[in-house]
């Protein structure tokens, strides 16, 4: 069945094939803000939710939530949901609203799938499916955040106001587990991820900060005090009466929020039915009031400084009887993993050094023998470990020269760890299973691409969604052997086919030193190597961030193979630090980030130079973010570029937030010469090469500060560059109308300069 499944792929891939016919790509094929003009060159691909049964999907489909058979495909209606949607009507949501919200795949049933937990018009309900009762628990003005049912589904917890909360959802009644939440420039988050926090160390989009134990007693939590922390504002202009927004956000240096680990016992909370008619004092509950149901225990982090402390990760003990956190210092020079009890105690299980930084790992994957797997990049490779609970290395499981990326879970009675790695290429991922004891993995996914596995809860099965650079995502299912069963989405997308496209090279550059840079390269489709052809690079740079993938690139490598239909090559090359190769390639960016970054790049440039049909006079390079960084930096560091367009740009590192910044970089204080020496304001003045600036005027990420300040710099020291920015636009431009914008600029300040 294996090999049944590579010739399928390779069948999929050919019959996808981008090399294109005769048509040529427009700005408005790609970006068009009417949908009508605009070609979805990603098609619609799948991406299957696991039911709680293991067997099937949730997925809507034509609007309506279905439960469909993992094997065979047969899809039947998941509950009743057009009861659902006419009980929110009743209680007053929009028609439209109701039906979204009843046939979202993102539902969050009980255990028992009787019951379902929702959010509409800023309330908390509880539907009972058998029943059709709708039932509202919360009625209050402030917002409820973030709620998620316990695991035995009998309770919801919450954030009002900072403060954590649980609501029975068959009673109603609620309880109030912290009283000292508070906003402003003074706030406290309990149970609740302030900027920071989400940004740089839970992932973009992850507020909630609070997890119930396995037996549903218990709420650990992180508090956040902000209190010393600076507040960042931004005007958004667009509304006649203008709108400003304000931000705790640590710039390198300066204070990170105070951060404990708080250990709620439900049970001993006291209910507070009516808590929004008790009299404040102030915006305080009055003090008895405070004391009511004092079921938090902090856990005693004494032996870290307060100001120096982030916790990184937190996880329950599969027996409720601890909490694991990960602890780092603020410049993370090493990472602790420590076990809480329930009465606030702490002891170390392990601490991870390394000559640089230490990567924050994913949380500890129990087994039902109480041991742990334990991922570690002790020797500058992301590799599997077991340990005792107690934290005794038992052995080391996975070893080579490439990286662990994603562990999907343990399989007790089979003993096999199944896991994404870069195993046989650096630039994709496969999915493998290796035994618990150790020996050579096992590759379960065929042919090349990047593959991105959903398991259910057994692990006896596995969705996989598979792209590669020529062909967007198709999604099929697996047995866990790797045995294919069938193609779920073929997602094929005729409109490529149609189209004049370029075929991508991938090849390999070293360094002056001998690293081994990963590369892609577009050319024209109607490449002849007898011409000179202009270049232009993109590039992201940064740590751990590759750009070189044999994955699809949606509606950006669309716009590079415009370019390459007006003559230009599009050059991609990962420097080292990005490469993806391992921690070992990463830690020399330490305290100098641009400066080793730049040195690949020219290396880069170097091999494209020596390639007859390369035009080394007209080379330009382009980037967002850290990528508008080393675009930046390029331009006034280096005289190697024609022209450079910076977006979303860092341009100083004193500017940009502190536990990105200072995990590479330590803080100012700790590195002066490094956050000189990296400075693109300091050397405004040896800009070298047309330069366009482009920022959102609302980027809460890279504050427009970054470019205002470089604009500054430029302007006094006479020189010549363009600026653009975007009113209402964020760190990414969203707006279609501002996207079609964006590239049409970008185009034609190619056009006209390179």
Same mark, same amino acid.
């Given at each position: 069945? !294996?090999k049944?499944?590579?010739?399928l ?8 094939s ?10 408005d094929?790609?970006f ?25 999907? !949730? ?16 899809a ?19 028609a ?6 009843? $046939?979202?795949?993102? &539902?969050?049933?009980?255990?028992g ?6 959010n ?23 917002? #409820?955040?973030?709620?998620? &049912? ?16 649980v ?7 609620e309880? /109030?587990?912290?009283?000292d ?5 003074k ?6 991820l302030?900027w920071?926090?989400?940004?740089e160390?839970?992932?973009?989009g ?7 134990s ?19 504002v ?7 009466d ?5 931000e ?6 300066? *204070? ?29 509950l ?6 009511l ?14 100001d ?14 601890a ?9 993370q ?11 606030g105690k702490?002891?170390?299980?392990l601490r ?10 994913d949380?500890?994957?129990?087994l039902?023998?109480?041991t742990?797997?334990?991922?570690? #990049? ?10 005792e609970?107690d ?9 080579? !020269? ?8 343990a399989?007790?009675? *089979?003993?096999?760890?199944?896991f994404?790695?870069?195993?046989d ?13 150790g020996g050579?993995?096992?590759? &379960?996914? /065929? ?11 057994d692990?006896?099965?596995?969705a ?7 062909n ?12 294919l ?19 991508? #090279? ?25 011409k ?30 415009l370019?390459?239909q007006?003559?230009?090559i ?23 980030m641009?400066?080793?970054?730049l ?17 080394g #006079? ?14 930046s930096?390029a331009?006034t ?16 590192w004193?500017?940009y937030? *502190? ?5 590479y970089m330590?803080?100012?204080?700790? $590195?002066?010469d490094?956050y ?15 330069? &366009? ?5 609302v980027?809460?990420n ?7 300040q ?27 109308a /501002? ?5 049409q ?9 390179l």
């Open positions: 069945m !294996k049944l499944s590579f010739l792929i390779a069948i999929i891939a050919l019959s996808t981008v090399f294109g016919q005769d048509k040529l790509l427009t700005l094929d790609i068009s803000p009417d949908t009508t003009k605009r070609v979805r060159f990603g098609g619609s691909p799948v991406a299957p939710a696991w039911a709680p049964d293991g067997k099937s999907f !949730k997925q809507t489909i034509n609007g309506r939530l279905m439960r469909v058979d993992a094997v065979s495909g047969q039947v209606p998941y509950y009743d949901s057009g009861s659902l949607a006419a009980a929110l009507m009743r209680v007053g949501i929009r439209d609203e109701a039906n979204a919200l009843a $046939n979202s795949q993102g &539902l969050q049933f009980n255990a799938e009787s019951g379902i937990l929702l509409a018009s800023s309330d908390l309900w509880f539907y009972d499916i058998a029943s059709k009762n709708l039932k509202r628990l919360t009625n209050n003005k402030d917002e #409820e955040k973030e709620a998620e &049912l316990s695991p035995d589904g009998k309770l919801a917890g919450f954030v009002r106001g900072n403060n954590l909360f609501v029975d959802v068959i009673k109603g009644n309880k /109030q587990l912290t009283r939440g508070r906003e402003g420039d706030a406290i988050y309990n149970g609740y302030d920071i926090y989400e940004e160390l839970y992932g973009r992850q507020k909630r900060g609070y997890w119930w396995p037996d549903s007693r218990y709420i650990a939590f992180l508090r956040l005090d902000e209190e010393r922390v600076p507040k960042f931004i005007a958004n202009d667009i509304p006649n203008q709108t400003i927004e304000t705790h956000y640590p710039q390198a240096g300066d *204070s990170n929020p105070t951060v404990k680990l708080g250990l709620a016992d439900v049970g001993k909370a006291s209910p507070l039915p009516n808590v929004s008619r008790i009299p404040a004092v102030g915006n305080r009055p003090p008895v009031l405070q004391r149901g004092d079921s938090v225990k902090f856990a005693d982090i004494s032996a870290y400084k307060p120096d402390l982030l916790i990184v990760r937190v996880a329950w003990a599969p027996d409720s009887t909490v694991l956190f990960q602890a780092q210092n603020r410049e020079t090493y990472l602790d993993l420590n076990a809480a009890k329930l009465d702490v002891t170390q299980v991870e050094t390394s000559p640089a930084w230490v990567g924050i790992n949380n500890p994957l129990f039902k023998d109480g742990a797997i334990w991922q570690s #990049e002790r020797d500058g490779w992301n590799h599997l470990y077991q340990y609970n934290g005794k290395l038992i052995r080391r499981i996975t070893a080579g !020269k490439w990286e662990v990326r994603t562990v999907y879970g399989d007790a009675a *089979s003993e096999w760890i199944y994404s790695a870069t195993k290429s650096h630039i994709a991922e496969n999915i493998y299973r290796v035994r618990l004891a050579e993995p096992e590759r &379960l996914t /065929q042919g090349d691409g990047w593959h991105t596995a959903i398991f259910n809860k692990l006896t099965y596995f996989e969604l598979w792209s590669d650079v020529n967007p995502a198709q999604t099929r299912l697996y047995k866990s052997d790797g045995t069963l069938r193609v779920i989405n073929e997602n094929k997308v005729d409109a490529l086919s149609q189209y004049k496209l370029g075929k991508p #090279e991938f090849t390999k550059v070293k360094t002056r030193d001998g690293f081994e840079m990963e590369a892609l390269m577009i050319k024209p489709a109607d490449f002849d190597p007898s000179k052809y202009p270049v232009l690079q993109f590039t992201y740079a940064g740590p751990h961030a590759q750009s070189v993938l044999n994955r699809w690139g949606g509606s950006r490598y669309m716009w590079f193979h370019l390459s007006k003559g230009y599009v050059w991609i090359c990962d420097n080292r630090t990005a490469s993806g190769k391992g921690q070992e390639s990463t830690w020399p960016v330490y305290k100098q641009g400066v080793l970054e040195r690949d790049i020219e290396d880069g440039l170097g091999y494209l130079k020596s390639l007859p049909y390369i035009d #006079e007209r080379i330009g390079i382009h980037g967002w973010s850290y990528g508008g960084f080393m675009t930096y331009l560091h280096s005289k190697a570029f024609k022209i450079g367009i910076a977006g979303g740009s860092v341009t100083d004193h500017l937030d *502190s536990i990105y910044t200072e995990r330590l803080t100012p204080q700790n $590195n002066r490094g000189e020496r990296t400075s693109v304001l300091k050397a405004a003045k040896n800009l070298s090469g047309r330069l &366009l600036l482009i920022h959102g005027q980027d809460d890279v504050h427009m500060q970054n470019t205002t470089l604009v500054y710099e430029l302007q006094k020291a006479d020189k010549q560059f363009e600026v653009m920015y975007y009113p209402t636009a964020r760190h990414g431009i969203t707006n279609q /501002q996207v079609k914008h964006w590239y600029m970008m185009t034609e300040f190619i056009l006209r300069n």
